[in-house]
């Protein structure tokens, strides 16, 4: 299956080394098979290979291939230093020493805190679930029923193109049980794999609400700095992503509850709701990264909420100019047609912002003032990937 990201990262290989992360299945390896079979000259190692010592010492590979990609290389101990002796072996070897392709769903953490050796060694991308866009391209289905099919299946390749429902959730059962043990409790050396996944589940049954992180970390038998390192594991295996309230004040925006949403929707155990807001979140978090890594825009992901409780789901931001500025304001609703309060509130506060209300179940479109009223998933499929 063709993925989005495909073309923009052929360019930049041709430049540089390119780093791929993203969630665990969610087409990295897939993508980077499709670059190789365009190729002359190419070599891949996959994640498998690295269980092998003397893949890992003795680098055994055709030294000569025009592009290696490496697959999960966060399974190689210490790889960063791993991976700068390979760089420095091809650079003498061929010349190319930065044409390679490296994934894996831990990726971005590490290489920040390898310093400034690897500043402007590479370019980054992040690979996202299917979304609607890219689910009626692939296989000329109408919005409505890409939204259907995907909040059925979620956007991971495995499950989408699966035969059955059970099938997909036979899948889930298992990505699930794989994440958890091999990258999240034994790849972070956790020794707290009940509190762990004691977490994941409030996490799953609390999908849309603004979190405490201390009174869950009362709930779960753990410290709150505890909490907030388990939080920083689930984010960096890309198993959760977090939304934090809008405020200039980036600072304090972080000292604010976050709302905490799954790359996979098929996790949520909330009701339909929670469900439809998690799907929105991972579709807009998805254009978001897209904006940074292609294009380099400051832009961000928010929600708002006010200390009388007025909350509006979603807030884009641009950080571009001299001030932070809000985009678009959104909210969800599954068949909700009434303007909500507060977003109506909050789009006469922010006049400039794109005020919208994705409703997933409309008879009708329409404009109300400056608030539109739209279909998800005729708008959903209008984002840029």
Not at 60 to 71: D, G, T, V, Y
Not at 129 to 137: H, T
Not at 245 to 273: E, M
Not at 352 to 366: F, G, H, K, N, P
């Given at each position: 299956?063709h993925?989005y990201?495909?073309v923009s990262?052929r360019?930049?290989?041709q430049k540089?080394?390119v ?9 990295k390896?897939?993508l980077?098979?499709?670059?190789e079979r365009n190729?002359?000259?190419?070599a891949?190692?996959e994640?498998?290979a690295?269980?092998e010592?003397?893949v890992?010492?003795?680098r055994?590979?055709p030294q000569?291939a025009?592009?290696?990609?490496l697959i999960e290389?966060?399974?190689v101990p210490?790889w960063?230093?791993?991976l700068?002796g ?12 930065d044409r390679m392709?490296v ?6 953490e590490a ?7 690897w500043?402007?060694r590479y370019?980054?991308w992040r690979l996202?679930?299917i979304?609607?866009?890219?689910w009626c391209e692939?296989?000329?289905a ?7 099919h ?5 956007g991971?390749?495995a499950p ?8 997909a959730?036979?899948?889930?059962s298992e990505h699930?049980?794989?994440?958890m ?5 034994e ?5 707290e794999e009940?509190?762990m996944r004691?977490?994941v589940?409030?996490?799953r ?5 603004p979190l405490?992180?201390?009174a869950?970390a009362?709930e779960?038998g753990?410290s709150?700095?505890?909490i907030t ?8 295996q890309y ?5 934090r309230?809008?405020?200039?004040d ?5 000292l604010?509850?976050?709302k905490?949403?799954?790359f996979?929707v098929?996790?949520?155990l ?8 998690n799907f ?10 897209w904006?940074?890594d292609a294009k380099?825009?400051n832009?961000d ?6 200390k ?5 789901d ?7 100019g001299?001030e932070p500025k809000l985009?678009h304001?959104i909210?969800?609703?599954?068949s909700?047609?009434k303007?909500?309060?507060?977003l109506?509130r909050f789009?006469h ?6 005020a919208v209300q994705l409703?997933?179940d409309?008879?009708e479109?329409?404009k109300?003032?400056g608030l ?10 209008e984002?840029?990937?």
């Amino acid at each position: 299956m063709h993925r989005y990201l495909e073309v923009s990262i052929r360019k930049d290989l041709q430049k540089k080394m390119v780093l791929l992360a993203g969630p665990r299945q969610v087409g990295k390896t897939i993508l980077g098979r499709n670059l190789e079979r365009n190729l002359k000259n190419g070599a891949t190692v996959e994640e498998e290979a690295f269980q092998e010592r003397a893949v890992v010492a003795d680098r055994i590979w055709p030294q000569r291939a025009e592009l290696l990609i490496l697959i999960e290389l966060q399974k190689v101990p210490d790889w960063v230093s791993w991976l700068k002796g390979v760089i420095d072996g091809r650079s003498k070897t061929i010349g190319m020493n930065d044409r390679m392709l490296v994934t894996g769903s831990a990726l971005m953490e590490a290489f920040r805190q390898a310093g400034k050796s690897w500043v402007g060694r590479y370019y980054l991308w992040r690979l996202h679930p299917i979304s609607v866009r890219e689910w009626c391209e692939t296989s000329n289905a109408t919005p409505e029923q890409a939204l259907m099919h995907l909040m059925e299946r979620s956007g991971f390749p495995a499950p989408v193109l699966a035969l059955s429902h059970e099938e997909a959730e036979h899948w889930r059962s298992e990505h699930f049980s794989y994440v958890m043990h091999q990258d999240v409790i034994e790849a972070s050396g956790l020794h707290e794999e009940k509190a762990m996944r004691s977490f994941v589940q409030i996490l799953r049954e609390r999908v849309g609400t603004p979190l405490s992180l201390t009174a869950i970390a009362h709930e779960v038998g753990v410290s709150p700095s505890t909490i907030t390192r388990y939080l920083g594991i689930l984010e960096s295996q890309y198993f959760v992503f977090t939304v934090r309230p809008w405020s200039k004040d980036i600072a304090r925006a972080t000292l604010h509850q976050p709302k905490v949403y799954f790359f996979d929707v098929g996790l949520v155990l909330g009701d339909a709701s929670a469900q439809f807001e998690n799907f929105v979140a991972y579709h807009l978090l998805k254009n978001v990264h897209w904006q940074q890594d292609a294009k380099g825009q400051n832009v961000d992901l928010h929600y708002i909420r006010t200390k009388d409780d007025a909350q509006v789901d979603f807030s884009l931001s641009d950080a571009t100019g001299a001030e932070p500025k809000l985009t678009h304001l959104i909210e969800c609703k599954l068949s909700d047609a009434k303007p909500h309060g507060a977003l109506k509130r909050f789009s006469h506060e922010h006049p400039d912002a794109v005020a919208v209300q994705l409703v997933r179940d409309l008879e009708e479109e329409r404009k109300i003032g400056g608030l539109q009223i739209r279909n998800a998933a005729k708008w959903l499929a209008e984002l840029e990937v």
